[in-house]
């Protein structure tokens, strides 16, 4: 299913912004990855910690904005799978100068590994890039839709998450449960502390939270 849904770009099963959270190693990225293979349209997918060419199958790897731009423009519209991979210079300039690309050319699903990572303080009150802010805003009139992960969720740009999908893993870290507490409710929250690995919650707007995920593949 691909298409303008509400006035949002939606692929597979992400439409608007959607966030992935929880402790290391508790699958995040595996299930950003499965989300991914659902969409039909185009996907970038930001690997902050260049870290993910193998894990990724199908993907071009693409490591300069030079590059990205004239694969932009032949593949605008189509089907691609894009590994944008900062391997040197400044992670935040990459960063930025993809996100005015991924703007220019819309419609595509844009995943942003270890969000945040490239959030914080440094960009002053929006606590993040303006570039990403943009998007975050207005990615719908470009129809572009987003999906991140990250560990810290409190380090994540607060415009990010008060409007995103979630699917929270495990999480012991207490401070980073009582911030969850305040989105998805105490007893949500209290259940995180005792996820199963590959489990998660989900909470979409007012519907109620299910529980999800679980071991896969050889894992079952
Ligand atoms: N649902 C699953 N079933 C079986 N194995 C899984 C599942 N999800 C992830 N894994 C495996 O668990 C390991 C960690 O997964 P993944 O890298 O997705 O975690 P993560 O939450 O992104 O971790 P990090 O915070 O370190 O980036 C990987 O080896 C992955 O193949
Ligand atoms: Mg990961």
């Not at 303008?4 to 439409?15: A, L």
Request: glycine residues 8%.
């Amino acid at each position: 299913m691909r298409g303008v849904v509400d006035c949002e770009y939606q692929d597979g099963e992400i439409r608007g912004l959607v966030f992935l959270c929880g402790m290391r190693g508790t699958g995040k990225t595996t299930e950003m990855d499965r989300l991914l293979s659902l969409c039909t349209g185009g996907v970038l997918f930001f690997d902050t910690l260049s870290k993910h060419a193998e894990v990724l199958r199908g993907y071009k790897v693409i490591s300069s904005t030079r590059e990205l731009e004239t694969y932009l423009r032949v593949n605008r519209g189509r089907r691609f799978r894009i590994l944008y991979q900062p391997r040197s210079g400044n992670l935040d300039d990459h960063f930025r100068a993809v996100c005015v690309l991924v703007r220019v050319c819309g419609f595509m699903i844009f995943a942003v590994d270890e969000l945040d990572k490239l959030c914080g303080q440094r960009w002053g009150d929006s606590r993040m890039p303006p570039e990403f802010y943009h998007l975050v805003n207005y990615g719908r009139h470009e129809r572009v839709s987003m999906i991140a992960t990250a560990r810290n969720p409190k380090a994540v740009a607060r415009a990010y998450t008060a409007e995103s999908e979630m699917r929270i893993f495990r999480v012991e870290e207490r401070s980073y449960r009582d911030y969850f507490a305040e989105r998805l409710g105490e007893e949500a929250a209290e259940q995180l502390a005792s996820l199963p690995r590959f489990f998660y919650l989900r909470k979409v707007e007012d519907a109620p939270i299910e529980r999800r995920g679980g071991p896969r593949g050889a894992f079952v």
